[in-house]
């Protein structure tokens, strides 16, 4: 088992539309969640956080379920320029692991 | 802000050259990060160093690769002689403390031919 999975994309939505990525992770001493963005031919970007209690910026909604060792990220309102590949991280500095991405398409 | 700096943002030299990448982390960091990407393999960590000290090499694929960190400010990768199986994306980050995230660099895109 991979320590970090992430859904199988690629993930085709019109614009408007409302999409969710999951995310689950088998080292259940983790500590720290990420999402991070990626654009063709660009670096990672941190997107955001992810909280024991959720958390919310803007159009983008991050929830941490511990007991399953979940993490997923909401997506509303998607614009094109959301196109890109977003990456599920657990555990931070030396800790980090990445999970391999779920590629985003929005279509207008 | 600075964010981590690398350079070059592009390499293209023939195989058997040797390949100098360079990183400058983010001020106050203490942990730097080497990665490579590619189409087919995704990320992959090569090697991370905290407060300078290589503390993990076991990403780097061959005595070919090298890593060095002389102080807090810089670090180099270096690729002697290079292959063309060693084209792909090199990205340096950095982070704080061990529950922090990490930040990129923009990357070096290395071609051998």
């Known amino acids: 088992r991979k320590e970090v999975e992430q859904d199988p994309g690629p993930f085709n939505v019109p614009e408007g539309a409302t999409v969710a990525f999951n995310c689950t992770y088998s080292?259940?001493?983790?500590?720290?969640f990420f999402w991070y963005r990626q654009d063709c031919r660009k670096e990672p970007k941190l997107l955001m956080s992810v909280y024991s209690s959720g958390n919310e910026d803007g159009r983008f909604t991050a929830q941490l379920n511990r007991a399953s060792q979940y993490i997923s990220l909401l997506i509303r309102d998607s614009k094109l320029s959301d196109s890109a590949t977003y990456l599920c991280?657990?555990?931070?500095?030396?800790?980090?692991?990445f999970g391999a991405g779920t590629r985003l398409f929005v279509k207008a | 802000d600075a964010g981590v700096i690398q350079s070059p943002r592009h390499e293209v030299t023939e195989m058997g050259q040797e390949v100098t990448l360079r990183c400058k982390p983010i001020?106050?960091?203490?942990?730097l990060f080497w990665y490579r990407q590619t189409m087919m393999r995704g990320l992959e960590l090569l090697i991370y160093f905290n407060n300078n000290v290589p503390i993990d090499d076991s990403g780097m694929p061959e005595d070919r690769f090298s890593a060095k960190m002389p102080n807090a400010s810089f670090s180099t990768l270096k690729i002697q002689p290079s292959e063309p199986r060693d084209s792909a994306v090199y990205f340096c980050?950095?982070?704080?403390?061990?529950?922090?995230?990490?930040?990129f660099g923009n990357g070096t895109r290395l071609t051998v031919t």
């Open positions: 991280v657990v555990g931070g500095g030396f800790k980090t692991i």
């Open positions: 980050a950095s982070s704080g403390d061990s529950n922090s995230p990490l930040h």
């Open positions: 080292n259940s001493a983790s500590q720290s």
């Open positions: 001020s106050g960091h203490n942990s």
